[in-house]
């Protein structure tokens, strides 16, 4: 009988790079003999891969640590991954001594060496140090049976203030496009119709091969790889968003209705002082050039409210940015203070309560935006990708191209490509796409119900897999 194959848990913190790297991880664990396991409690190797962008999101990590701790006298070993890793390092023993395994993001291409020596009952492991190149592998394990996220850079060379990834992540490393678009193609013949292109700055990409595309250039050659229906890219920074990105997106039908441009401050004298390269019109001047895209995209944003020096002014002017930009979603935080940032050393001097305050006024106000300009999608159709199915509301989920989820009801069928409407032949699934009628809208969500293609719909109009 073979003998039983050990087994791992992965828990992950944090953005899509996270995710994506946490699919490469179990990719390399499963090629080195490891089953996934859905629990915890059921795993030999517990792995926590982690975000330190935030305070709070680092304090999580040893919360879970300190949870399952009891499980270490079980004999099950534990691994914290990425960013708090690479920031910690070897502190991380002494705050949770039952951790076995430290590997920072930079260490992944080692990481079958670095499980290797845990196997041969090294007690403490350490994979830090910095990243010379992409960490490519064939042995990613993606969890989502349709979507992929694909790296095309790593790493950042901005330095902004507050932010720990240039530490964490080390410089920017981009793949060779050839690599990428061979990934791409691989993707899509194994059946997957939406590829997210990722990056900390996916338009400060520089493809290191004799072959130099440029990023617009490389979202061209992906948006034409056959059997990709959507492409996504995130993220980008302002600094790098040139004219020619927002041609190639005009020109294009299956890049997404979708620009995700963080802007973080609407005050250029707090945009100077978080290092961002860029200026409040500078910034206006990117959004206006993708208003003037050939089809309407739907813009989107990350802010930072307090801060150290946002005064009331500095704040209302994010608010007003808000009025004119009028984003389709904004994610937004309270700063916090990060070990190995520039602001980090600096007093953190606007007052919690303060922060709470603006943050609350920021989202509500971001709301209402939101909640009004999603009205005008009432009565309008959409394709929909679908995600799943919700059977307490009777309601499927899905995004449209523009990233907005919709929540829908209708026949759940999905139409043959040849056959008119209201002909229905087999039930939608996960990964399907559908034409719905918008019916109602919220702040955060569509509602509409399975409707006919509309006639001028220019792509296929169903799929079938
Ligand atoms: S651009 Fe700035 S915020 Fe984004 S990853 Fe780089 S340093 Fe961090």
Same mark, same amino acid.
């Given at each position: 009988?073979?003998?039983?194959?050990?087994?791992?848990?992965?828990?992950?913190?944090?953005?899509?790079?996270?995710?994506?790297?946490?699919?490469?991880?179990?990719?390399?664990?499963?090629?080195?003999?490891?089953?996934?396991?859905?629990?915890?409690?059921?795993?030999?190797?517990?792995?926590?891969?982690?975000?330190?962008?935030?305070?709070?999101?680092?304090?999580?990590?040893?919360?879970?640590?300190?949870?399952?701790?009891?499980?270490?006298?079980?004999?099950?070993?534990?691994?914290?991954?990425?960013?708090?890793?690479?920031?910690?390092?070897?502190?991380?023993?002494?705050?949770?001594?039952?951790?076995?395994?430290?590997?920072?993001? #930079? =260490?992944?291409?080692? *990481? &079958? $060496?670095?499980?290797?020596?845990?196997? +041969? !009952?090294?007690?403490? %492991?350490?994979? @830090? /140090?910095?990243?010379?190149?992409?960490?490519?592998?064939?042995?990613?394990?993606?969890?989502?049976?349709?979507?992929?996220?694909?790296?095309?850079?790593?790493?950042?060379?901005?330095?902004?203030?507050?932010?720990?990834?240039?530490?964490?992540?080390?410089?920017?490393?981009?793949? #060779? =496009?050839?690599?990428? *678009? &061979? $990934?791409?193609?691989?993707?899509?013949? +194994? !059946?997957?119709?939406? %590829?997210?292109? @990722? /990056?900390?700055?996916?338009?400060?990409?520089?493809?290191?091969?004799?072959?130099?595309?440029?990023?617009?250039?490389?979202?061209?050659?992906?948006?034409?790889?056959?059997?990709?229906?959507?492409?996504?890219?995130?993220?980008?920074?302002?600094?790098?968003?040139?004219?020619?990105?927002?041609?190639?997106?005009?020109?294009? $039908?299956?890049?997404?209705?979708?620009?995700?441009?963080?802007?973080?401050?609407?005050?250029?004298?707090?945009?100077?002082?978080?290092?961002?390269?860029?200026?409040?019109?500078?910034?206006?001047?990117?959004?206006?050039?993708?208003?003037?895209?050939?089809?309407?995209?739907?813009?989107?944003?990350?802010?930072?409210?307090?801060?150290?020096?946002?005064?009331?002014?500095?704040?209302?002017?994010?608010?007003?940015?808000?009025?004119?930009?009028?984003?389709?979603?904004?994610?937004?935080?309270?700063?916090?203070?990060?070990?190995?940032?520039?602001?980090?050393?600096?007093?953190?001097?606007?007052?919690?309560?303060?922060?709470?305050?603006?943050?609350?006024?920021?989202?509500?106000?971001?709301?209402?935006?939101?909640?009004?300009?999603?009205?005008?999608?009432?009565?309008?159709?959409?394709?929909?990708?679908?995600?799943?199915?919700?059977?307490?509301?009777?309601?499927?989920?899905?995004?449209?191209?523009?990233?907005?989820?919709?929540?829908?009801?209708?026949?759940?069928?999905?139409?043959?490509?040849?056959?008119?409407?209201?002909?229905?032949?087999?039930?939608?699934?996960?990964?399907?796409?559908?034409?719905?009628?918008?019916?109602?809208?919220?702040?955060?969500?569509?509602?509409?119900?399975?409707?006919?293609?509309?006639?001028?719909?220019?792509?296929?109009?169903?799929?079938?897999?």
């Amino acid at each position: 009988m073979p003998a039983a194959k050990k087994t791992f848990w992965i828990e992950t913190f944090g953005c899509q790079m996270n995710v994506h790297d946490s699919e490469r991880v179990a990719g390399t664990l499963c090629a080195h003999g490891f089953a996934a396991v859905e629990r915890a409690e059921e795993a030999d190797l517990i792995l926590f891969n982690t975000c330190s962008i935030r305070e709070k999101a680092a304090q999580k990590v040893f919360q879970r640590l300190a949870q399952f701790r009891p499980l270490a006298k079980e004999g099950k070993q534990f691994g914290v991954l990425g960013c708090v890793a690479q920031q910690e390092g070897e502190a991380i023993f002494q705050r949770a001594p039952h951790v076995n395994l430290v590997a920072g993001s #930079a =260490s992944y291409p080692r *990481l &079958a $060496e670095l499980i290797a020596r845990l196997e +041969a !009952g090294e007690k403490r %492991v350490t994979g @830090l /140090g910095s990243a010379e190149e992409a960490f490519e592998t064939e042995l990613t394990r993606r969890d989502h049976p349709f979507r992929a996220y694909l790296t095309i850079i790593e790493g950042c060379d901005k330095h902004c203030a507050y932010c720990v990834v240039p530490f964490t992540r080390g410089p920017e490393r981009s793949r #060779a =496009s050839a690599s990428i *678009l &061979a $990934e791409a193609r691989q993707l899509a013949a +194994a !059946g997957y119709s939406e %590829v997210q292109l @990722l /990056g900390q700055n996916v338009n400060s990409y520089r493809d290191p091969s004799p072959a130099r595309l440029s990023f617009a250039e490389l979202l061209a050659a992906v948006a034409e790889v056959p059997g990709l229906r959507r492409v996504r890219f995130t993220t980008s920074h302002p600094r790098d968003f040139h004219p020619e990105i927002v041609r190639v997106l005009g020109e294009h $039908e299956t890049l997404c209705d979708h620009v995700h441009l963080p802007v973080q401050s609407g005050s250029s004298r707090v945009l100077a002082a978080m290092r961002r390269d860029y200026t409040r019109e500078q910034y206006l001047e990117r959004i206006a050039a993708i208003r003037a895209c050939r089809r309407p995209l739907a813009i989107t944003t990350d802010l930072i409210v307090g801060f150290p020096g946002e005064s009331d002014e500095d704040f209302a002017a994010t608010i007003e940015l808000l009025d004119e930009v009028r984003y389709a979603g904004a994610f937004s935080f309270k700063y916090s203070p990060r070990p190995n940032t520039a602001s980090g050393a600096w007093p953190d001097s606007v007052p919690e309560a303060v922060k709470a305050e603006r943050l609350m006024i920021l989202q509500r106000r971001q709301q209402e935006i939101q909640q009004h300009d999603n009205q005008s999608f009432v009565g309008r159709t959409l394709e929909v990708m679908v995600e799943g199915h919700n059977p307490k509301l009777g309601q499927w989920i899905g995004r449209a191209s523009t990233n907005r989820s919709v929540n829908f009801t209708g026949s759940g069928l999905r139409e043959p490509a040849a056959a008119a409407l209201p002909i229905f032949a087999a039930p939608l699934r996960p990964g399907d796409y559908a034409w719905v009628r918008i019916t109602k809208a919220g702040a955060n969500s569509l509602v509409g119900e399975q409707a006919a293609a509309p006639a001028a719909a220019g792509r296929a109009m169903w799929k079938s897999r």
